[in-house]
């Protein structure tokens, strides 16, 4: 039924790359354009109007943001490592592993779920204010993709993990690809954390 | 490599299918069907422009408000619906793998679910049309804040909606051909043996992925401010308005030459095949399409000169603007003196073609006093600006599109569209839409604002050209009627038996793999039997020494 | 890859993982101090932000290591980026030094006082149109 792609395990020699490396760059190369696009708007809002922006983030819980953060780069060393039991083909390490990372990415969801919580009991919607309005998308967009790592992360731990037996490769390369995917994830973190709750 | 002997059921072979050339058709068919619907909502515009604007608002048959509707909706359908899944999904889907010796796309599941993506959004957008009592988004096909967000009823959260689907779709999709051209290139495939029509599709999946990303924050943007009330674009709220007016151009802008890219891919390849000689300038060619992909990034704001912009800012998008002119001139001048000393054969895709020529050079000489920005501070939001765009896209992309329709017909279904029938309405089709969109120069010209449901009646300045406005009408409605003999041709020759003079894969003694290595249609799963070596360019016509007029990529 | 190469890699991985927890405790701790211009406020914190994201790019995502199609592919759209993030800014202080009133309001008008805005001091509202 499946015909053969060329390149899906292997590298192609002139671009040194297998195709699902390829693909998952260029879809990062099209969030890094997304996420930009939020950022610059956040720039420009807050010069317009700066003192909501100030006001706001005075009330936002660092220690609680601080420790999702330290969380999420927790979930992205597991995932190297996982991805690193792998090549060694250590299959009971990489479930190990990868269920960290899953563990990790729920413990986000539900501190980031506290986060909220408490400011929309309070009042604070995102029709509030400015501030409140970038806060609640930018974040919010963050945990959807947190939300979709987590389905294909889930995946490929529970029924996707088949595929080892009969492709090591190729799923090792899926593991990888997915990697990079949440890497990413974790890196907009770096530059959301200290701009929305820091700076 | 190919066959299987697996019986696929109906729902995985038709509906599900991961074959690129069927998930093609898929595309072409619907984007036909919209770009028909996006007509017939024209027609109704320009009868009302024509007929109803003097008989005061009551007896007209659209009220101003559904006017708006129609005419935000045709621009939507048109662009995202229409042209772009045609010559990027439809287009690009089929004939991309087969141009470069692979056997499928390189993600197929993912080709389809970009379908699919695109498939749902079109059904959102329709689905606007029948909200009980309230009119689908009518604030223009650029959706501007705060327009958009006032406007009453949810029409416009349905476009926003309907648009995540198909910026979604075309993130998948353009990252599929941009894989599949960089990886699954055969031997011999270097990239300067590429045909023309590979690299436009090329640079336009590279300009899809960039720059829809920013339209889809400001679509998140503006559907929090209507959904949630945020202040976003609220000026009130400490937003800003101008902000949506940068991320929709941003992509916008960008947009425009992924309609046009693909347009001059085909044209390109139908040319060089129809003139039996190599094209003349092809690595000015190529370099020219890098170079208008990189630099339609840095002129949107060419849309935005009346917005209040500083003198600094006018002059650099005023000098990028200017820039990119050059690498299109290129493009076109490459064409146009390809043909001097060409055997040409006049075949239907090759007038649609051909007519391409002088018709996107209109197109796009009209461009330029649009960005100057003095010139434009008379034109901005006028007809002027209507019939240029126009006349790039309609006797330009969609001449274009007909010409590969015509062209690629036998290779899909293994029977050539009937030629009599096609040059009549090849040159209905070329009159009507120069009756259509000529004038609207002439009415620009005088000041005449665009989105005017009754065509400028209340205007001192429109009074002398007013009586144009049922000239064009009745071109609209000529122009209808002659596509009325394409759609014959197009369903007879469909389901009609192959005659037996229709047995070669190749009528048109074409050089590239498609026409070479493929049977007419290529087989299922996996398109060639033996995968093919290249060993030259894509357009070796009329070789020195060789018996037969075309030298084929991968004859050895 | 060899068995080698990975275990010393191992090494790596966790050491750039230490490093990130002790950047992010930086970045916090910096916030205590008081620069006396917004400008170094925001740049000590960019920075520390950029570094610890060059560590995950290069070590965790294997950017170290990786093609030439990926850096063109990557540097290009960082260029795009910075094009898009720069422009609204370069914008607003064209229009605002050319004297040009760009805004169809006055600035004092539309600075909010930091709490709850109105949604109804629009003059607007939904519906009107």
């Known amino acids: 039924m499946d015909i053969e792609i060329p390149y899906n395990v292997d590298e192609r020699e002139d671009t040194g790359l297998y195709n699902s490396k390829l693909g998952i760059w260029l879809f990062l190369a099209s969030e890094i354009m997304l996420f930009g696009a939020l950022f610059s708007s956040y720039i420009i809002l807050r010069l317009n109007d700066p003192l909501p922006f100030l006001q706001g983030q005075a009330k936002l819980n660092v220690p609680l943001a601080t420790l999702n953060t330290a969380i999420l780069i927790l979930s992205s060393v597991t995932f190297v490592m996982s991805w690193v039991s792998l090549k060694l083909k250590d299959i009971s390490k990489f479930r190990i592993y990868m269920g960290i990372t899953m563990l990790c990415s729920f413990l986000f969801l539900v501190i980031k779920y506290f986060e909220y919580e408490s400011k929309l009991s309070n009042g604070y919607t995102p029709a509030y204010n400015n501030f409140y309005a970038v806060y609640f998308v930018v974040t919010g967009l963050h945990a959807i993709h947190i939300i979709g790592g987590i389905i294909v992360n889930g995946y490929l731990w529970l029924p996707g993990l088949k595929m080892w037996d009969t492709e090591p490769e190729r799923f090792t390369n899926r593991i990888e690809v997915a990697g990079l995917y949440w890497h990413f994830v974790d890196l907009v973190w770096i530059f959301v954390f200290p701009s929305i709750y820091l700076l | ?556 | ?129």
């Open chain 3, 1 to 129: 890859m060899s068995e080698h190469n990975i275990e010393s890699h191992i090494k790596v991985y966790w050491n750039v993982f230490y490093a990130l927890l002790a950047f992010t405790a930086l970045t916090v701790g910096v916030t205590y101090i008081e620069f006396n211009s917004v400008f170094w406020t925001f740049f000590v914190g960019l920075s520390i932000a950029c570094i610890k994201g060059y560590l995950v790019a290069a070590y965790f995502m294997h950017l170290n290591d990786e093609t030439k199609t990926i850096y063109y592919l990557l540097g290009m759209t960082i260029f795009f980026l910075a094009v898009m993030m720069r422009m609204p800014l370069q914008w607003k202080n064209s229009a605002e030094s050319s004297g040009e009133n760009y805004l169809p309001y006055a600035i004092e008008d539309k600075a909010t006082d930091g709490g709850y805005v109105e949604k109804t001091k629009s003059k607007n509202k939904k519906g009107d149109y």
């Open chain 2, 1 to 556: 490599m190919s066959s299987d002997n697996h019986q696929e059921s109906f729902i995985r072979k038709y509906i599900f299918s991961i074959d690129h050339k069927w998930i093609g058709i898929q595309y072409g068919i619907t984007s036909l069907f919209f770009l028909l619907f996006g007509f017939i909502l024209m027609m109704i515009m320009r009868y009302q422009l024509a007929y109803n604007v003097n008989t005061g608002l009551e007896k007209d048959i659209i009220s101003p408000d559904m006017y708006n509707a129609l005419g935000a909706m045709h621009g939507t359908i048109m662009v995202f619906l229409g042209v772009v899944p045609m010559v990027v999904g439809a287009f690009g889907n089929y004939l991309v793998p087969l141009q470069v010796g692979a056997p499928d796309m390189a993600f197929p599941k993912l080709n389809m679910a970009s379908y699919w993506l695109y498939f749902v959004g079109g059904v959102v957008m329709l689905a606007s049309f029948f909200i009980p009592d309230q009119l689908p988004a009518h604030s223009g096909w650029t959706s501007y804040v705060p327009l958009a967000t006032l406007s009453s009823g949810p029409g416009q959260t349905f476009w926003l909606f309907g648009m995540i689907w198909l910026i979604a779709s075309s993130l998948l999709g353009s990252t599929n051909i941009i894989v599949t051209i960089l990886q699954l290139r055969v031997k011999g495939l270097t990239w300067m043996r590429l045909p023309f029509f590979i690299w436009a599709q090329l640079v336009t999946s590279f300009l899809l992925l960039l720059a829809f990303p920013p339209l889809q924050a400001a679509a998140i943007f503006q559907l929090s401010d209507i959904v949630l009330g945020t202040g976003f674009f609220d000026p009130w709220a400490g937003g800003s308005v101008l902000l949506y007016q940068h991320l929709f151009w941003f992509l916008a802008h960008p947009e425009v030459y992924v309609l046009i890219l693909p347009a001059l891919g085909i044209v390109a390849e139908i040319i060089a095949n129809n003139i039996r000689k190599p094209l003349w300038g092809y690595k000015s060619m190529v370099y020219s399409s890098i170079w208008l992909g990189f630099m339609s990034f840095i002129v949107w704001a060419h849309h935005m000169f009346l917005t209040g912009m500083g003198t600094t800012m006018a002059s650099f998008f005023m000098i990028t603007t200017m820039i990119i002119s050059i690498p299109s001139v290129v493009i076109l001048s490459a064409l146009f003196l390809s043909l001097w000393g060409g055997k040409i054969r006049f075949n239907t895709p090759m007038l649609f073609a051909l007519s391409f020529l002088p018709m996107f050079g209109i197109g796009g000489l009209t461009g330029l006093p649009l960005g100057l920005a003095t010139a434009d501070i008379h034109l901005h939001d006028t007809y002027y600006v209507i019939g240029h765009f126009h006349y790039v896209v309609a006797p330009g992309t969609i001449f274009a599109i007909f010409a590969g329709i015509y062209y690629w017909f036998p290779k899909i279904t293994g029977k050539t569209m009937n030629e009599t029938l096609g040059k009549i309405h090849f040159w209905g089709s070329l009159v009507c839409m120069n009756g259509i969109f000529m004038p609207m120069f002439l009415q620009g010209l005088t000041g005449l604002s665009r989105r005017m449901a009754n065509g400028g009646y209340d205007y001192a300045h429109a009074r002398e050209v007013l009586w144009l406005n049922e000239v064009m009408s009745i071109s609209a409605f000529l122009l209808f009627a002659f596509q009325l003999i394409y759609i014959f041709n197009f369903f007879w020759t469909l389901f009609r038996k192959r005659y037996s003079t229709e047995n070669d894969p190749n009528p048109w003694q074409s050089t590239t793999i498609e026409w070479t290595d493929a049977t007419s249609p290529p087989l299922g799963h996996g398109n060639f039997e033996k995968i093919p070596t290249v060993y030259r360019g894509a357009y070796e016509y009329s070789v020195v020494g060789h018996e037969k007029d075309f030298y084929p990529q991968t004859e050895e």
